[in-house]
Structures are given as structure tokens and as C-alpha cells.
């Protein structure tokens, strides 16, 4: 299992570095090409990492409380005495999310579904880290903790991280952004939720607040009283959703272009432009 997920990482890897030398040539074709193929890896990825966390009790929940002789929780990816990297759990928070977030929500999803805390002063730091690592040995990791970019100066969002496999345009954050990524969240969360139960596990009581919390901010989600139903509230987030992709997925689309166009070096097409350049004079001048 773990060899499939470094094989795949790695493919992912390889395919960030083959779209972002086509977007240099202007190259589309082959770009469609290469954004189908990442994206059917990334479902592969996710995929096995999904099955490799159902086979670790701690990921999905808590045993069920008729089963007395299970064995304490412990984090997957956590070696005895060892924590696991700082990058890594960003990683797996986000993987879950599937939306730029800021460092309290990584740390509580990864409190709530992978049973590890979270130093999220480390966060703060974390990005800066992978730029840098990124300038002195591109590509040289299956992926990348990287900002949010903001739609009109493609600058980094402050405290919103992103993983650099994703979409340019799923990093991308305009006007609609903040709460598409929360109807976002909320029913990935949800959709977690269920998949622990559906696993017959009980989810763990931070999980419960961490979808309560989502909940209480989306209409028709919950009454606000016991546990909310996760398939309400999944409902209830696509349904919102639905009213604001069109414009949404529009403005991020326009911003992506232009920053293929503008961001022609690769370190600032994935960690943003310098605020001092003023790339981007503004979304009217450019789309």
C-alpha cells in the first residue's frame, strides 16, 4: 500500500512538472491532457489513501463502545516517541478538506478524523519553509503546503494553505471564495463522518463539534440540537453550493489564466506573486 501511495505521489509530481513546462509553451492540448491524467491520479490517491485509513481504526473513529478489548488509538503515520511531520499533517488535514483552510481548521480536522494534535504556530512557518525548498530543488517532492492565491494580484492569501497537486483554480480565492470553500469543507467533513459510521466505528466527539460547528452556518443543515445528521448537512451544503458555482468557478477560471500568463516562473505559480511587483494590475485590465 504504502509503495502504490509513494508510486502515485510521485506521478503526481511528475505531472505538475510536465503541466507547468506546457502552460510556458502555451501548449493547451497537451495542458487538458495533463490536468485529466493528474486528476485521475489524485482520485487514485485518494482512493488508496481512504482504504489504507479504513484499515487504521484511529483515522476513521473510536471502536464501538461494545468493544471493550480494542486497543487505545493511536495517530497512522505516528512511529512510537515520533510525531508525524508538520507538512504532513497539513497534508492529510487538506486532503480531507480538499479546500484552502487556515491553520485552527487543519488542526481540528486532524484532531477530530486522524486523532493527533496539531501545532499550528508550526503552520504559520510551514509555508515559507516550502517555498524555500522548493526554489532550491524544484519539484523534487511529490507535493508542496502552498497559499491560497489571491484572484486579482495573485499575491499569497495570508494563513490559507493549499496543496500544490491541486488545481490552479481550486487555489485560486475571489469574491465567492471564502464561502464556496466552507460549503466545501463542511460536506467533505460530513462525508468523513459518514464514512466512519458507515464503517460501523463511532466518530470521534471532536468530530461531532467540528460538524456542528459547519452546520449552525448553513441553512436547512441543522435544528441545533443532539448531533446533526451528516447527510443533511451535506445536502444541505451542495444545495448552496449549486446557487454559487457558476459565478464562483468562473472568476476562478479567469484568474488562473491570467496567472498561467503573468506567473511564468514556476516557484511564484505555485506560492504567488511578490505583493512589491504588482502583478496583475487588475481582473478588468486582464480577462
Known amino acids: 500500500m504504502a509503495d502504490s501511495l509513494e508510486a502515485l505521489e510521485a506521478r503526481l509530481a511528475e505531472l505538475q512538472a510536465e503541466i507547468l513546462a506546457a502552460a510556458r509553451v502555451g501548449d493547451t492540448i497537451a495542458m487538458k491532457r495533463l490536468r485529466r491524467q493528474r486528476r485521475e491520479a489524485q482520485d487514485a490517491w485518494d482512493a488508496l489513501a481512504e482504504q489504507e485509513a479504513g484499515q487504521a481504526t484511529p483515522v476513521t473513529g473510536r471502536q464501538p463502545l461494545s468493544s471493550p478489548t480494542a486497543a487505545p488509538p493511536r495517530s497512522v503515520g505516528t512511529k512510537p516517541g515520533r510525531g508525524t511531520p508538520i507538512r504532513e499533517q497539513a497534508h492529510q488535514a487538506l486532503t480531507i478538506l480538499d479546500a484552502p483552510a487556515g491553520p485552527q481548521l487543519i488542526a481540528a480536522t486532524h484532531a477530530a478524523f486522524l486523532s493527533e494534535p496539531v501545532v499550528t504556530t508550526r503552520l504559520g512557518s510551514l509555508r515559507r519553509d516550502e517555498e524555500r525548498s522548493f526554489a532550491a530543488q524544484p519539484f523534487a517532492r511529490p507535493y508542496y503546503i502552498v497559499p491560497a492565491l489571491n484572484h486579482d494580484w495573485l499575491t499569497p492569501v495570508r494563513g490559507l494553505l493549499a496543496v500544490s497537486t491541486w488545481p490552479l483554480e ?30 460501523g466505528l463511532e466518530p470521534d466527539p471532536a468530530a461531532w463539534r467540528l460538524l456542528r460547528s459547519f452546520a449552525l452556518n448553513i441553512p436547512g443543515a441543522y435544528e441545533g440540537y443532539g448531533e446533526p445528521d451528516p447527510k443533511r448537512v451535506a445536502l444541505a451544503a451542495a444545495a448552496e453550493a449549486e446557487v454559487h458555482t457558476d459565478a464562483d468557478q468562473s472568476e476562478r477560471r479567469s484568474a488562473a489564466r491570467r496567472a498561467r500568463n503573468q506567473l511564468t516562473d514556476p516557484v511564484r505559480l505555485l506560492f504567488g506573486a511578490s505583493p512589491a511587483a504588482n502583478v496583475g494590475t487588475s481582473q478588468a485590465q486582464n480577462t
Open 170 to 199: 481550486r487555489r485560486m480565492l475571489g469574491p465567492l471564495g471564502p464561502r464556496t470553500d466552507f460549503l466545501s469543507h463542511a460536506r467533505r467533513i460530513a462525508e468523513q463522518v459518514i464514512r466512519i459510521q458507515d464503517a
